[in-house]
T-cell receptor
Framework: EAQVTQNPRYLITVTGKKLTVTCSQNMNHEYMSWYRQDPGLGLRQIYYSMNVEATDKGDVPEGYKVSRKEKRNFPLILESPSPNQTSLYFC????????????FGSGTQLSVL | KNQVEQSPQSLIILEGKNCTLQCNYTVSPFSNLRWYKQDTGRGPVSLTIMTFSENTKSNGRYTATLDADTKQSSLHITASQLSDSASYICVVWGMDSNYQLIWGAGTKLIIKP
């Protein structure tokens, strides 16, 4: 089944403790992206990747890192999480990016205490 | 500046009734507009895309309209079902600082039996 898989679904952590949210897609998509979703706001893009070893900042990249060493994987790293990073995070992919249909993972609800 | 505005923020209707969700945008130039459905606890799923030249497009009980002159789109749901309870998100592909996806905050629709 074609899908984007994120893990974990739920994560509670404390300020400053490094964490990684994994994302994997099995559709051979070139483009992958991370979003955060907060109540009352639209999805905001954190980072995106057009291809392996090609990553770029989105609208809200501060406090986050990503890597794209393999086509299928695009992990999101929070080196020193802070409470304002408490949010619902989504990984998404599409064939080539741009205005193509995005396929989303099921989300990771992160709480930073 | 929020270039994609959705209304209402939330809506409660009885099962079997029809409803219309609105999306107004100020993005210019504009290329296309897509509607996503987001079930609670899941990632968004694309319902339909409206290009500049299209006025109406149907996908089962969902009908999207686009008026590029007034920069408005609507999503009409006919004979609502309990499974239609979700958030509906409008996203525009257009020019901000450069061509990008510009997301609305969504309309939360609740269908009551």
């Amino acid at each position: 089944e074609a899908q984007v898989t994120q893990n974990p679904r739920y994560l509670i952590t404390v300020t400053g403790k490094k964490l990684t949210v994994t994302c994997s897609q099995n559709m051979n998509h070139e483009y992958m992206s991370w979003y955060r979703q907060d109540p009352g706001l639209g999805l905001r893009q954190i980072y995106y990747s057009m291809n392996v070893e090609a990553t770029d900042k989105g609208d809200v990249p501060e406090g986050y890192k990503v890597s794209r060493k393999e086509k299928r994987n695009f992990p999101l790293i929070l080196e020193s999480p802070s409470p304002n990073q408490t949010s619902l995070y989504f990984c998404a992919s599409s064939l080539q990016g741009g205005d193509e249909k995005l396929f989303f993972g099921s989300g990771t609800q992160l709480s930073v205490l | 500046k929020n270039q994609v505005e959705q209304s209402p923020q939330s809506l409660i209707i009885l099962e079997g009734k029809n409803c219309t969700l609105q999306c107004n945008y100020t993005v210019s130039p504009f290329s296309n507009l897509r509607w996503y459905k987001q079930d609670t606890g899941r990632g968004p799923v694309s319902l339909t895309i409206m290009t500049f030249s299209e006025n109406t497009k149907s996908n089962g009980r969902y009908t999207a309209t686009l008026d590029a002159d007034t920069k408005q789109s609507s999503l009409h749901i006919t004979a609502s079902q309990l499974s239609d309870s979700a958030s509906y998100i409008c996203v525009v592909w257009g020019m901000d600082s450069n061509y990008q996806l510009i997301w609305g905050a969504g309309t939360k629709l609740i269908i009551k039996p």
